[in-house]
T-cell receptor
Framework: EDQVTQSPEALRLQEGESSSLNCSYTVSGLRGLFWYRQDPGKGPEFLFTLYSAGEEKEKERLKATLTKKESFLHITAPKPEDSATYLCAVRSNFGNEKLTFGTGTRLTIIP | DAGVTQSPTHLIKTRGQHVTLRCSPISGHKSVSWYQQVLGQGPQFIFQYYEKEERGRGNFPDRFSARQFPNYSSELNVNALLLGDSALYLC??????????FGPGTRLTVT
């Protein structure tokens, strides 16, 4: 069964303090790894899709990378508006079309 | 362009009742998925429909059912509601099997 583990559960950073969030996964053939941002009470907002080890994608202060076992979401010089829960999900080559999500990392950026 | 829309926004039901949740995908998207998210957890996959056919089903009881209409909108039905069905129900749409774009969700409370 596909599994996704995210760490840390929560992270507090000062504004401008760069860091990384981790997503470890176990999947029977990776068809895609997805990063989402979720604000309280709202639906997840799509950020990135990564398909193969070595792939990297960037958007503003965020950069996602992928290896065969894990993905990192690097946040450079974060601002308070980057505060949110960041979710990682995988889709397998086998079985149905579901996304399997981790429990997320709750990020707080302190001004 | 309009994103994924869901209705209603909030809903309060009593145990044993039935509920219907509705979703309109992004224009041009033919795939619709449903997820359940309880507080502090990542979304859990319920169903995916593509071109009106069920393409995937998660580990949810038969009380949960869904369908997709010719205009690609979708309904999620839950019968015989239990207290444990209280959650945020998310609808997501995609072109095919790429990144899924989520709606704002329907907050269901069962009393």
């Amino acid at each position: 069964e596909d599994q996704v583990t995210q760490s840390p559960e929560a992270l507090r950073l000062q504004e401008g303090e760069s860091s990384s969030l981790n997503c470890s996964y176990t999947v029977s053939g990776l068809r895609g790894l997805f990063w989402y941002r979720q604000d309280p009470g709202k639906g997840p907002e799509f950020l990135f899709t990564l398909y193969s080890a070595g792939e990297e994608k960037e958007k503003e202060r965020l950069k996602a990378t992928l290896t065969k076992k894990e993905s990192f979401l690097h946040i450079t010089a974060p601002k308070p508006e980057d505060s949110a829960t960041y979710l990682c999900a995988v889709r397998s080559n086998f079985g149905n079309e579901k996304l399997t999500f981790g429990t997320g990392t709750r990020l707080t950026i302190i001004p | 362009d309009a994103g994924v829309t869901q209705s209603p926004t909030h809903l309060i039901k009593t145990r044993g009742q039935h509920v219907t949740l509705r979703c309109s995908p992004i224009s041009g998207h033919k795939s619709v998925s449903w997820y359940q998210q309880v507080l502090g957890q990542g979304p859990q996959f319920i169903f995916q429909y593509y071109e009106k056919e069920e393409r995937g089903r998660g580990n949810f009881p038969d009380r949960f059912s869904a369908r997709q209409f010719p205009n690609y909108s979708s309904e999620l039905n839950v019968n015989a509601l239990l207290l444990g069905d209280s959650a945020l129900y998310l609808c997501a749409s995609s072109l095919d099997t790429g990144g899924e774009y989520f709606g704002p969700g329907t907050r269901l409370t069962v009393t």
